[in-house]
């Protein structure tokens, strides 16, 4: 056995790393208790607001990444479904679990993720307990902060895939609730009653988030936490 071969020690490795990390949480809180309305406060609030014993999925690629700044919560089951291209299989992969569950299964998404899946709605099988959240910056808005793409002439173009496409009349075309916001003040009042189980059909909130401002709040994020 290996653990039979191995000398107790001490090391203050363990408290160096809560330490580092409890600093990186209070500038954390402090820095999203100033910012403006974007897509990094728009995941802290919903991911505050979302219920024990929820089966939640993360489309790819930002919303997973966003995510994961926040940590994990007890109670609350993580998945996310990285397809051929990245983003596809998004919406027919969280349909077909929310189908063989009981439990709220909230997928967040982004606009792309959503449009290029959309027509995982497109059946009969699709249940109340399943809540999809789009957060539409009008793009691919990851392309604006990895490095390379975030600096070539041809970014809104071709990385980002820049559009005005909203997800209200697909939801109609499907039959699935549809409710919108592009405030933080009513996202916060919505949350609540959006992930409660009441109406008889699946339901969507789309979220408009300023594709200019998206970015930079979160490279200042990563430069707070990194100084």
Not at 48 to 72: A, C, M
Not at 104 to 113: A, H, V
Request: hydrophobic share 35%; proline share 4%.
């Amino acid at each position: 056995m290996i653990i039979s071969h191995l000398a107790p020690t001490t090391s203050n490795y363990k408290n160096t790393w809560n330490k580092r990390k409890k600093n990186i949480d209070i500038k954390k809180e402090n820095y999203l208790s100033k910012i403006d309305y974007s897509d990094l406060k728009v995941f802290e609030t919903i991911l505050k607001h979302i219920p024990k014993d929820t089966i939640l999925h993360l489309g790819n690629s930002t919303p997973v990444r966003y995510s994961q700044l926040f940590g994990s919560k007890k109670g609350i089951e993580y998945n996310s479904n990285r397809g051929v291209s990245g983003i596809d299989g998004q919406v027919s992969t969280a349909v077909g679990y929310a189908f063989n569950s009981d439990r709220l299964n909230i997928l967040i998404t982004g606009d792309l993720g959503f449009l290029y899946d959309s027509n995982g709605l497109m059946n009969k099988y699709l249940k109340p307990n399943l809540k999809i959240i789009i957060i539409n910056n009008a793009g691919g808005g990851i392309f604006k902060f990895i490095p390379g793409p975030d600096t070539t002439p041809n970014l809104e173009a071709f990385f980002v895939a820049k559009h005005n496409w909203k997800a209200k009349h697909l939801c109609k075309a499907f039959g699935v609730s549809y409710t919108k916001t592009e405030d933080i003040d009513e996202l916060t009042s919505i949350l609540p009653d959006f992930f409660k189980i009441k109406k008889q059909i699946a339901e969507v909130l789309e979220i408009f988030t300023p594709s200019d401002k998206n970015a930079e709040i979160l490279r200042d994020y990563f430069k707070l936490i990194n100084n």
